[in-house]
């Protein structure tokens, strides 16, 4: 690691010297960062293709979370808490939070959308950002600057299933001088209840029923969470500026779940009423400095050096009682993780010839990541099994790219990027010998955009991007099931020898412009991913197991469609919105049909339309993930019910900047519904069918600009 960060100091010298080099050439298309232009003008006037997604359309719905913003996107997907692109999680959609990787185990839910000023949505990838994005990446840009004096304050009463959530936001900013700061912070406490029924069915080969089951589970979670970003800007003598930014999370989390089995026909499982409960506190720190420092006439050097730490401890109850009401297992689990970042990143951006934008830069980064778990089992009141394991891994990674924004001609823009990145990784613990190993990708990146007569473009890109395995799925540590361990419900354990997933994609797309927020695009999409990481389903012993093992090739492809306009409807003034996107995956190793990559969510919809006057807006939005089945290398088929969430809000604006907003989330309740099947060689086969009990949300919230 050493000679990645000597190389990454020495970088800018070598930098600054080709600029004198150069001279002072004349001035060269830039990339566009323009503050406070609208959501189109951003998306119509870059070569590279993104979706922006602007402050006012993140406030509109009074959203409690940043997935529920992203699901009305075109091409983007929810399941459970995790955003899909091109319905693929699992890695394949990347999340970077101001054009960094989010760390490991992040979620999305953690950053409040108050503290957010925009989400860019990238189809392809660039080379000054990660190209682990086989699917696309979606960056959150962090609200820093202060636009003068000004404060946001926000009170919010959220009600779902008997409980009620509150949560409280400010924002305040100002300037002295040659000095700009800001400062937001959220404060929120979350209570969920919810209600899943499942069926349990085992055949004998033949089709004969031999066990059916009936399990009821009601959970209940709380999660109480702080989160702070301050951040400075100083104009330095001489045009140099420098920026400093710091987020800080801070949360404590409840969760329990009651589960209670009827065998209706056979023999009940191990432990047919059980309960758990986990209590875990976590924080996290993420803090970094930017210099930027203008070299000649055009061009500019930036330089981020940050840190990053992240920890989390939980303990973890389960107790399970015998068919016959006698003590039956108690498993207590202690589990930590601590993971420590450093960053150091710069870019050099400077006209090349009148015609060309030309980029370079580096991007270098060590990472530790220490995790322990101590399992202890009591089985029938007398002490069981423990297990102990620890392990520590170490990351070391460097990437240098470069890239040139070209105007061809006046209606001709290419994008020509180029940016390899290596990963060296080594984890030791207790019972795991030292397993190392290092990677490296090139990812060349094309990306070409044609401006035709009357606002419309036409759209072309083609990279190179890959998937990297993550720390836990490289460790050979074996994380148990409590009860009913079978096919569809096994232990889970890594896999050292885990290898990067490579894909080459093509995007096309064309759009259309209409006034200034009106758009319709349609777009394609095609990838081809080498050394999928697919799940090895075997028997140890009595225990089902599954491991992550690389499994050969897989083919993605899909087309999306977006459609903004305005227009009149019976004297009002209406905003329309509608998009939708098909999916679809073949993995070359499992036979068809329904052989899909990463169980991908085929189909997505959204249809909305909103009214803003000057004293009140209203709007509602209809959101829908068709049905999907999927079958996995193992030979696991899983199944998703269809599911169609309808939001609606409406604000009130008052006198002395004071606005009152209502939105209501899933208005009608809608269930979520899913399932799981499995036949061995013999024919006998398992299903797990789970319905979850949907339930409306409603938020008031109170807010003030002054």
């Not at 189109?40 to 406030?59: H, K, Q, Y």
């Not at 710069?346 to 220490?370: F, M, N, V």
């Not at 799940?535 to 690389?550: C, I, K, Q, T």
């Amino acid at each position: 690691m050493s000679r990645f960060l000597t190389l990454s100091l020495l970088f800018p010298c070598s930098l600054a010297s080709a600029q004198q080099a150069f001279g002072n050439p004349p001035a060269a298309p830039n990339r566009v960062e323009v503050q406070g232009a609208s959501t189109n003008a951003l998306r119509r006037d870059e070569v590279v293709a993104r979706l922006v997604i602007g402050r006012g359309d993140i406030a509109r719905h009074g959203d409690s979370s940043l997935a529920q913003v992203l699901k009305r996107q075109p091409g983007i997907s929810i399941v459970g808490t995790e955003v899909r692109m091109r319905g693929l999680g699992s890695g394949y959609t990347q999340i970077l939070i101001d054009g960094q990787p989010a760390p490991q185990g992040f979620s999305i839910d953690s950053i409040a959308p108050e503290l957010v000023e925009r989400i860019e949505v990238a189809r392809s990838a660039t080379a000054d950002q990660s190209t682990q994005a086989v699917a696309g990446s979606i960056n959150i840009v962090l609200r820093k600057r202060a636009a003068g004096a000004g404060r946001e304050d926000k009170a919010t009463l959220g009600y779902r299933r008997g409980e009620w959530n509150p949560s409280a936001s400010t924002r305040f900013g100002g300037r002295s001088g040659t000095l700009s700061w800001t400062t937001g912070a959220t404060l929120e406490r979350s209570t969920d209840v919810d209600l899943y029924q499942t069926m349990e069915a085992i055949d004998a080969p033949g089709g004969a029923p031999l066990v059916l089951r009936r399990i009821g589970e009601r959970a209940h979670g709380r999660v109480e969470r702080l989160n702070l970003a301050p951040a400075l800007n100083w104009a330095l003598p001489g045009g140099d500026t420098l920026g400093w930014q710091t987020r800080a999370e801070a949360s404590r989390i409840r969760n329990g779940i009651e589960s209670r089995e009827t065998a209706l026909l056979g023999s009940p499982s191990a432990y047919p009423d059980s309960a758990a409960t986990m209590a875990a506190h976590s924080a996290s720190l993420h803090s970094d400095l930017a210099w930027a420092r203008a070299v000649g006439e055009a061009g500019k050097l930036t330089v981020k050096a940050s840190v990053d730490a992240n920890r989390r401890r939980s303990d973890y109850l389960f107790a399970g009682r015998r068919p016959d009401g006698g003590a039956g297992l108690a498993r207590f689990v202690a589990a930590g993780a601590d993971e420590r970042t450093a960053n150091l990143t710069g870019k050099y951006l400077a006209p090349l010839g009148s015609a060309h934008s030309l980029a370079l830069g580096w991007d270098a980064g060590h990472t530790t990541r220490d995790e322990r778990r101590d399992q202890r089992d009591t089985v029938g009141g007398a002490p069981g099994a423990t297990r102990f394991q620890d392990y520590t891994a170490q990351v070391e990674r460097l990437a240098l790219f470069a890239q040139d924004e070209w105007a061809i001609s006046p209606v001709l823009q290419a994008y020509l990027g180029l940016r390899w990145e290596g990963v060296r990784t080594a984890t030791e613990g207790r019972d795991l010998a030292e397993v190392s190993g290092s990677s490296g990708a090139a990812s060349p990146i094309l990306q070409l955009l044609w401006k035709l007569p009357e606002k419309r473009q036409l759209r072309l890109a083609l990279a190179r991007t890959y998937k990297a395995p993550l720390t836990r799925d490289l460790v050979p540590r074996r994380y148990t099931i409590n009860n009913d361990n079978s096919a569809v419900n096994p232990d889970v354990e890594g896999n050292p020898a885990l290898r990067p997933e490579l894909s080459w994609g093509l995007d096309l797309a064309w759009e259309r412009y209409v006034g200034q927020d009106g758009v319709a695009s349609v777009s394609a999409y095609a990838r081809r991913v080498e050394d999928v990481t697919t799940r090895l389903l075997y028997r140890d012993g009595a225990s089902w197991v599954a491991r992550p093992v690389n499994g050969g090739r897989a083919r993605v492809a899909g087309i999306e469609f977006d459609l903004k306009s305005q227009g009149v409807l019976g004297g009002v003034p209406l905003e329309w919105r509608l998009n939708a996107g098909r999916n679809w995956s073949w993995l070359e190793g499992v036979p068809g049909p329904d052989n899909r990559l990463d169980e991908q969510v085929g189909f997505t919809a959204n249809a909305g339309v909103d009214y803003r006057g000057k004293l009140w807006s209203a709007g509602m939005g209809l959101n829908y993930q068709g049905s999907d089945t999927s079958l996995s290398a193992a030979g696991v088929r899983s199944e998703r019910g269809a599911r169609a969430l309808l939001d609606a809000y409406w604000l009130r604006n008052f006198g002395g900047g004071w606005r009152l907003r209502v939105s209501a989330a899933n208005v009608f309740g809608s269930d979520a519904r899913s399932a799981v099947h499995y036949r061995d060689a013999e024919g006998a086969t398992i299903r797990r069918a789970v319905d979850a009990d949907g339930v409306a949300a409603l938020r008031v919230a109170l807010e003030r600009n002054w």
